[in-house]
């Protein structure tokens, strides 16, 4: 019987073949938007663990200098930067950066006895987007920061 059904069938027609590309056309281009999305929240989350991360080996680079005042994260003076923490080797990489340069924009500091750090606008970058200015942030909020904070919103000078 089933011989019978498919002898009398000879292949798909134009217009069902159409219909098909038409589906898989749709399907691909939905896919390839949502795809899109997720690349860019990714980059996104990279940037801003790449600052938790920095943040992390300032909190170890004043651990392990609390002793020497003329490495340890100053109230004021000479600056910690992105940089000084990539030069002692407190990290070794910096992940997400527009470019070298920048680690310079990353300034740590202590204010009254917790360590605080400030981010220049347009040293991150993720896809298109770069990060807001970010002034005197606690160590929490650092932790806490999320994609839209640090790519849209920004945070200014904040308390504890």
Do not use: C, H, W
């Not at 020497?68 to 910096?94: C, M, R, W, Y």
């Not at 360590?115 to 002034?135: E, H, I, R, W, Y």
Request: hydrophobic share 40%.
């Amino acid at each position: 019987m089933f011989k019978k059904i498919m002898k009398d069938e000879r292949g798909l027609s134009l217009v069902e073949l159409l219909a098909v590309v038409v589906i898989m056309a749709v399907i691909a281009g939905i896919g390839a938007v949502a795809i899109t999305g997720v690349i860019q929240r990714n980059r996104e989350d990279a940037a801003v663990s790449s600052l938790q991360n920095l943040t992390a080996a300032a909190n170890l680079y004043q651990t392990s200098n609390v002793g020497d005042p003329d490495k340890s994260i100053p109230a004021s003076g000479n600056k910690v930067t992105g940089q000084t923490l990539l030069d002692e080797g407190f990290i070794t990489s910096i992940g997400s950066l527009v470019s070298d340069n920048q680690a310079a924009k990353i300034v740590f500091n202590v204010v009254d006895g917790k360590l605080k750090v400030t981010v220049d606008g347009d040293v991150f970058k993720a896809g298109s987007k770069q990060n807001k200015p970010m002034n005197n942030m606690s160590e929490d909020t650092v932790a806490k920061l999320t994609r839209k904070q640090f790519f849209e919103d920004g945070i200014g000078t904040t308390t504890p």
